[in-house]
């Protein structure tokens, strides 16, 4: 089946099971232990993915699956909990498949958030981080192999994926939250395993200041797709090539936890001026 069939039978479905008139002006994807934020969402229609046809369903276990549409903030939102990543073996039309849904569906606005490990001596763990560039080092593309379409670039622009509005507008809030927001270079992996120390020096050499398993592809997609992207990340770790210390999972989750907090409070604010 082709990927525009597979998204429209995917927002089809969802269309079907949403209020009348409802669009979703802003997607938000959540990342590792940030499910607190749907839980903030009024007047939910919860979605799970597997009543969605043809829909991939992650195999991480931090990451349950469904589509969250509602109030929050006092906007229009899908709130997409959980997502699949490159590391698990799917493809990246697989990995995107939700961004071109909630476009399909309206959404404008795409805000992605993420779990990454520091490459800062000076971003602690727990800290909160606007992405202002990315450097994608997964090797693939959720474009590759597309037809052209029409409407859509073929080529599209990357010099600025993510929006300076969208961008000075977190640093706004968070300054009047009295909240410290780190901004920085994400850079995006493959996976699943984490990084030698001569790979994590070579990627702070390069300008990366967060590293990461997802994001990449969605944000590409999105670009694509001529949505405006805000990309936030929960530093979980630190990630030093001279100071090293094993992470696990379990510190991943229990660090992102307690960052949500924050970020939600930070995404509360943030809607209503999107
Ligand atoms: N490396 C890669 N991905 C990650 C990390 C890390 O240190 N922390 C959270 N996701």
Redesign the pocket.
């Known amino acids: 089946m082709h990927l525009s069939e597979k998204v429209q039978l995917g927002s089809k479905a969802i269309a079907s099971l949403l209020p009348q008139g409802f669009t979703p002006e802003i997607g938000i994807i959540l990342g ?1 232990g940030l499910g607190g934020v749907s839980q903030a969402v009024s007047s939910p229609t919860q979605i799970p993915y597997a009543e969605i046809p043809e829909y991939p369903l992650s195999t991480v276990a931090s990451h349950t699956g469904r589509f969250i549409f509602g109030s929050l903030g006092g906007r229009n939102v899908v709130v997409q909990e959980g997502r699949c990543h490159l590391y698990e073996g799917y493809s990246p039309e697989e990995v995107t498949r939700g961004v071109r849904i909630m476009a399909a569906l309206g959404a404008k606005t795409l805000i992605v958030t ?4 520091s490459l800062d001596p000076l971003i602690p763990a727990g800290s909160i981080m606007t992405i202002t560039d990315h450097i994608n080092f997964t090797g693939q593309s959720p474009l590759a192999g597309l037809p052209e379409i029409p409407g859509l670039d073929r080529f599209p622009d990357m010099s600025a994926p993510y929006d300076q509005r969208l961008l000075e507008l977190a640093h706004k809030k968070a300054l009047e939250l009295g909240m410290r927001l780190e901004k920085g270079v994400y850079l995006g ?1 493959l ?1 699943p395993q ?2 030698t120390r001569a790979e994590t020096r070579m990627f702070r050499a390069w300008g990366a200041d967060a ?3 997802s994001s990449v592809m969605e944000v590409i997609a999105a670009r694509h797709l001529k949505m405006k992207v805000l990309g936030l990340s929960t530093l ?2 630190q ?1 030093l090539p001279d100071g090293m210390a094993e ?1 696990t999972l379990e510190e ?1 989750i229990e660090t992102s936890k307690k960052t949500a907090a924050n970020l939600e409070k930070l995404l509360l604010a943030l809607l209503p001026e999107l």
Do not use: D, R
């Not at 993420?114 to 490990?117: F, H, V």
């Open positions: 590792t993420n779990a990454a490990g992996l996976g984490l990084e590293v990461g398993m979980s770790n990630n992470v991943i």
